[in-house]
């Protein structure tokens, strides 16, 4: 289904306004997300980091958690090995932002 069609699916202009707002009524201790299970290739997961990234550097709020979800697949051939240290770059370069 596409996110448009989802009727759970804001874009991420007006998740970046409802933070704020919702931060003074509630306790917003976690961002997480979901992107889907048995993924093969970092880019997927790039995009979403990117997305973070947008998002904790456009609110004024200190999140404890950021949960990454999803399911990482597993290759078994050993062509497998560069997927996992692109991520970890990633998800490095993430939490230096933090």
Same mark, same amino acid.
């Given at each position: 289904?596409?996110?448009?069609?989802?009727? @759970?699916?804001?874009?991420?202009? %007006?998740? +970046?306004?409802?933070?704020?707002? /919702?931060? *003074?009524?509630?306790?917003?201790?976690? @961002?997480?997300?979901?992107?889907? %299970?048995? +993924?093969?290739?970092?880019?997927? /997961?790039? *995009?979403?980091?990117?997305?973070?990234?947008?998002?904790?550097?456009?609110?004024?709020?200190?999140?404890?958690?950021?949960?990454?979800?999803?399911?990482?697949?597993?290759?078994?051939?050993?062509?497998?090995?560069?997927?996992?240290?692109?991520?970890?770059?990633?998800?490095?370069?993430?939490?230096?932002?933090?």
């Amino acid at each position: 289904m596409p996110a448009s069609d989802n009727p @759970l699916f804001i874009g991420l202009s %007006s998740f +970046i306004c409802l933070i704020p707002f /919702y931060s *003074k009524n509630i306790i917003l201790k976690c @961002l997480s997300v979901h992107i889907g %299970s048995q +993924i093969l290739d970092h880019r997927p /997961y790039e *995009k979403m980091l990117r997305i973070l990234d947008k998002i904790i550097n456009k609110v004024n709020h200190k999140f404890e958690f950021i949960d990454l979800g999803g399911g990482m697949g597993i290759s078994y051939d050993n062509n497998g090995k560069g997927y996992f240290y692109s991520l970890l770059e990633l998800v490095l370069h993430l939490l230096h932002h933090l």
